[in-house]
């Protein structure tokens, strides 16, 4: 039971390339998560997912998109990076209600130069 | 919508002295509360929660906390700190519905201690 993997750990992105980060969780869970990590910020909500081929706004979802194809899966991609988007990604899952304890993946470090 | 408050941004205790880490949320119905711990280059591990009853929640690690409603606070106490305690802290109150169980974090408690 491996919990939230993410994928990759670190990537150093140019401004206006794009790419994707890839959240799995293999706890069944209905509800994902997407946020990112800045200093002095704590974490804030980008996208987040109910169930597989559905996704919603969070806090701050300009200039990401994501898909939840599959249940187990979770997408956020950046079509054009820019260096606001320098940050530490963090992907989360939970059931749908009565807990609504959010698991945690070990992030992902982005930087775009 | 609701808001988390951690009023102190570094906190500095001697390793064995007692710590409390202050939260403070906006919600305006019965708030989920939780506390997460973040050590260095790590993700977030959950230490305890409030959904109901009763307002001391005992948590992993030796932490627990107290949800006080008429403060709307959830402070996060330990009585004898470990070095290996220092980490950062993040409440957070949760907000549950058919559109999700989204949580609201507060900015951080960085933790150091002293040996």
């Known amino acids: 039971n491996a919990g939230v993997t993410q994928t990759p750990k670190f990537r150093v992105l140019k401004t206006g390339q794009s790419m994707t980060l890839l959240c799995a969780q293999d706890?069944?869970?209905?509800?994902m998560y997407w946020y990112r990590q800045d200093p002095g910020m704590g974490l804030r909500l980008i996208h987040y997912?109910?169930?597989?081929?559905?996704?919603a706004k969070g806090e701050v979802p300009d200039g990401y998109n994501v898909s939840r194809l599959k249940k187990q899966n979770f997408l956020l991609g950046l079509e054009s990076a820019a260096p606001s988007q320098t940050s530490v990604y963090f992907c989360a899952s939970s059931y749908p209600a009565g807990q609504g304890e959010q698991y945690f993946g070990p992030g992902t470090r982005l930087t775009v130069t | 919508a609701q808001s988390v408050t951690q009023p102190d941004i570094h906190i500095t205790v001697s390793e064995g002295a007692s710590l409390e880490l202050r939260c403070n949320y906006s919600y305006g119905a019965t708030p989920y509360l939780f506390w997460y711990v973040q050590s260095p280059g790590q993700g977030l591990q959950l230490l305890l929660k409030y959904f109901s009853g009763d307002t001391l929640v005992q948590g992993i690690k030796g932490f627990e906390a107290e949800f006080k409603r008429s403060q709307s606070s959830f402070n996060l106490r330990k009585p004898s700190v470990h070095w290996s305690d220092a980490a950062e802290y993040f409440c957070a109150v949760g907000a549950f519905t058919g559109g999700g169980n989204k949580l609201t974090f507060g900015t951080g408690t960085q933790l150091k201690v002293e040996l």
């Open positions: 997912s109910v169930g597989e081929g559905t996704t």
């Open positions: 706890m069944n869970h209905e509800y």
